[in-house]
C-alpha cells in the first residue's frame, strides 16, 4: 500500500520561499508521477505541477511558471515542490499526489494516492 | 485551458435521496480521462471515479460516473451520512489538469 507523508506546516514572510517534501513509501519511487495540487482556504482544487520520476520531467501550470520548482530524489524517494517569491495569496494546502502511471496526463494520470497536505501560511 | 464549471454549487439533500452531479467542460475531454474525487473537511481528496466511469479501489456501487465529450455526471444513488462531502471533477488528458470549482452534498 502506497502512503504519501508530507512535510509539517510552513509559517513564511513574503518574498522569501518554502520547500515541501513529500516521502513515498510501499512501492516503487520512480514508476509513477508526482503532482503537485493546492487549495487556497474555502476555494477548491488547482494543479500546480508535475514531475515524472523516470524522465525527470517537470510540467507547471502556466501562472507558476518560473515560481515553482518541483524535484524528485529516487534515493530516499521524496518529492519536492520550492514555492519562491512567497505571496500572502500563496496561503494555501499544498498536496503532493501520485497518478496511477508514470505519466502526469493521460490515460493512468488520475490520483489514487494522497498526502495528507501541508499548511503553507504566507504572512508578514 | 480546459475549464471545467460544476452543478450545482451546492446539493441540500437527506439520507437515501439520490444525488445528481454535473461537471461540464469548456471542450472534448481527451478520451474521457475525467475523475471525481470527494473531499472531507480537514482531509485530502479522495478518488472515487476514473475514465469517467471506472470506480476507484473500494468505492461502493452506489457512487456510478457517466459521460463523454463536454458532458459527466456522478451519480450517488442513495446517500448515506458519510457521502456529505464536496466533490470535484478533474480532467487529466490535455495539460494543465484541471479541476472543476466543486459540488457540496449538504444535509437537507
Known amino acids: 500500500q502506497v502512503q504519501l507523508v508530507q512535510s509539517g506546516a510552513e509559517v513564511k514572510k513574503p518574498g522569501s520561499s518554502v520547500k515541501v517534501s513529500c516521502k513515498a513509501s510501499?512501492?516503487?519511487?520512480?514508476?509513477?508521477?508526482i503532482s503537485w495540487v493546492r487549495q487556497a482556504p474555502g476555494q477548491g482544487l488547482e494543479w500546480v505541477g508535475g514531475?515524472?520520476?523516470?524522465?525527470?520531467?517537470?510540467n507547471y501550470a502556466q501562472r507558476f511558471q518560473g515560481r515553482v520548482t518541483i524535484t524528485a530524489d529516487e534515493m530516499t524517494s521524496t518529492a519536492y515542490m520550492e514555492v519562491s517569491s512567497l505571496r500572502p495569496e500563496d496561503t494555501a494546502v499544498y498536496y503532493c499526489?501520485?497518478?496511477?502511471?508514470?505519466?502526469?496526463?493521460?490515460?493512468?494520470?488520475?490520483?489514487?494516492?494522497w498526502g495528507q497536505g501541508t499548511l503553507v501560511t504566507v504572512s508578514s | 485551458e480546459i475549464v471545467l464549471t460544476q452543478s450545482p454549487g451546492t446539493l441540500s439533500l437527506s439520507p437515501g435521496q439520490r444525488a445528481t452531479l454535473s461537471c461540464r467542460a469548456s471542450?472534448?475531454?481527451?478520451?474521457?480521462?475525467l475523475a471525481w474525487y470527494q473531499q472531507t473537511v480537514g482531509q485530502a481528496p479522495r478518488l472515487l471515479i476514473f475514465?469517467?466511469?471506472s470506480r476507484a479501489t473500494g468505492i461502493p456501487d452506489r457512487f456510478t460516473g457517466s459521460g463523454s465529450g463536454t458532458d459527466f455526471t456522478l451519480t450517488i444513488s442513495r446517500l448515506e451520512p458519510e457521502d456529505f462531502a464536496v466533490y470535484y471533477c478533474?480532467?487529466?488528458?490535455?495539460?494543465?489538469?484541471?479541476f472543476g470549482g466543486g459540488t457540496k452534498v449538504e444535509i437537507k
Open positions: 499526489a501520485r497518478a496511477a502511471g508514470y505519466h502526469y496526463t493521460g490515460s493512468e494520470s488520475y490520483n489514487p494516492v
Open positions: 510501499g512501492g516503487p519511487f520512480s514508476a509513477n508521477s
Open positions: 514531475i515524472i520520476g523516470i524522465f525527470k520531467t517537470t
Open positions: 471542450q472534448s475531454v481527451n478520451s474521457g480521462y
Open positions: 475514465g469517467a466511469s
Open positions: 478533474q480532467q487529466y488528458g490535455t495539460l494543465p489538469i484541471t
